[in-house]
């Protein structure tokens, strides 16, 4: 079974503050996984997934199989990055491509 | 030239009306899905459709049955719509192959409210 964890709900910082917003994951196989975003009223939309490397507005995640964790992080918020982020696992071949999401993190950026 | 749209954005009905929301992808995709979003912004899989075919159908009431007439579209028909179904209902597509990777991309939503 695919699962995927973000503790925090809510996650409050001051612009120029790192953040950091934790998920964990279990999962048997390899899988893949990714940070969608949603700001306010919009559709969900692809930040970065593990596989690709890549930083995308600032943000980083580094998969950590020996801790089963994807954590986002930025070292400096802006206030536009308040949105908010989930979590999301892609399983093996016969998931069927299906993306389990957790329940995300409402992250506000204050001024 | 949009994605993956949803048609309507909104919709505001009565208890026990029959509605359908549409889904259109124009990135030649495999596989789309419908994703439900309630008022604590918790995303959970409804259907998958891969070609045409189910493959993906979790634990959801009879109630809503998804229609693929072609894998570019993905209509939902919701039955006798009851309160509880009032949140925002996302449609998204992904491409199948594995080398392709599986990266989803989603409409803009769909805003049932149930009165």
């Known amino acids: 079974a695919q699962r995927v964890t973000q503790p925090e709900k809510l996650l409050s910082v001051f612009k120029g503050a790192p953040v950091e917003l934790k998920c964990n994951y279990s999962?048997?196989?390899?899988?893949?996984l990714f940070w969608y975003v949603q700001y306010s009223r919009q559709r969900l939309q692809l930040l970065l997934r593990?596989?690709s490397r890549e930083s995308i507005k600032g943000f980083t995640a580094d998969l950590n199989k020996g801790e089963t964790s994807f954590h986002l992080k930025k070292p400096f918020a802006q206030e536009e990055d308040s949105a908010m982020y989930y979590c999301?696992?892609?399983?093996?071949?016969?998931?069927?491509?299906?993306?389990?999401f957790g329940e995300g993190t409402q992250l506000t950026v204050n001024p | 030239d949009t994605a993956v749209s949803q048609t309507p954005k909104y919709l505001v009905t009565q208890m026990g009306n029959d509605k359908s929301i549409k889904c259109e992808q124009n990135l030649g995709h495999d596989t789309m899905y419908w994703y439900k979003q309630d008022s604590k912004k918790f995303l959970k899989i409804m259907f998958s459709?891969?070609?045409?075919?189910?493959?993906i159908n979790e634990t959801v009431p009879n109630r809503f049955s998804p229609k693929s007439p072609d894998k570019a579209h993905l209509n939902l028909h919701i039955n006798s719509l009851e309160l509880g179904d009032s949140a925002v209902y996302f449609c998204?597509?992904?491409?199948?192959?594995?080398?392709?990777?599986?990266?989803?991309?989603f409409g803009q939503g769909t805003r049932l409210t149930v009165v």
């Open positions: 998204a597509s992904s491409p199948y192959q594995l080398d392709r990777g599986r990266v989803a991309f």
């Open positions: 459709y891969n070609n045409k075919e189910l493959i």
């Open positions: 593990h596989i």
């Open positions: 999962y048997s196989g390899s899988p893949e």
């Open positions: 999301a696992l892609s399983g093996g071949e016969t998931s069927g491509s299906r993306l389990t």
